[in-house]
């Protein structure tokens, strides 16, 4: 039960009430009948300053809020039951939501008064909005996701030969797309550098400091969606070198290099040299190269296709080379 209050202590705690309210953020207007503002404090920010007594609800309310304000206080006047609407505004320099209850107050020695409170719901809402969007995203690039494990599964299981090869070919796949997908996790969804990229991509079969491995050149930074697409490019190099190439022997020599050609235009050059017959088991009984493998089809139609720009990958005994050219991500 709350506690009776004289006269004399209840003109004593009222301003106390009311620093409480300013400081929950919570503002506060107090009208007499006559539709002069007895007191106002802790309006958000969004509201026009105002002068007490002289003030009235057209200097406070402004645009479609004014008859909305109106409208509710005559029906507290008339029907005495408090009144909650939600005032919202959207332009391009402003977004606002602030919640206004109005309600009829009468007590023995108080000037019967309308009492309105303001809670302003903007940074709530904002918030709100931000999260649906962040949802949104995540929603939209695990769908990505899938239709890239899809697309791999799928391909991995034409070009290879028994359970076995697959399995392997499509696990060393899955954990390149996922080290891609940690360094974008990692940097809060801004992307990741090329060189980052490489470098975890090559960690994972030669060790660091190889003498046969150059890391050179500029070092932009990629996209999420273009960290993924170069990172599965980078490994299908990376196992083909290693299987058929410069890294599998000690005495070849792999240089990997970004550079930038114009103003937000990068070209990724990739060249490896080595005594070995470059890739043997690409060929045909014919002696050319097996374009329908599933690396020959992410580097020359998938990568450069996600990324809008284009590629070339040629195999020659003793050297490959692949150039990706694309525009800034």
Known sequence: MPTRLTKETRVAVAPLLFLALNNAQVGVVVKSDDGSYLYASGLPEYFPEIEVPNARDADLFEGDWLPKIEQAQQSVIEGGEKVVLELTRTTASQFCVCECTIQRYESE???????????????????????????????????????????????????????DDFVAKFRGRLAALSASQDLVTESNWRGASFKQLAFIQLLRYVEKGDPRVKVVGDDPILSPNGATHVGLALHELITNSIAFGALSSMNGTLTLCCKAVSDGDFEINWNEKTQVEAHPKSRRDTGTFDRKQFGSAVLERVVPSALDGSAEYNLSPGEVTYRLSFSSL
């Not at 000037?111 to 309105?116: K, Q």
């Not at 929603?139 to 028994?162: E, P, V």
């Open 109 to 163: 020695g108080i000037i019967p008064a309308l009492l309105i409170t303001f809670m302003d719901l903007t940074p709530e809402r904002k918030r709100a909005d931000t999260l649906k969007a962040l949802l949104r995203e995540v929603s939209h690039r695990s769908k990505n996701l899938l239709a890239i494990i899809q697309s791999i599964a799928a391909q991995t299981a034409y070009n290879s030969d028994g359970l």
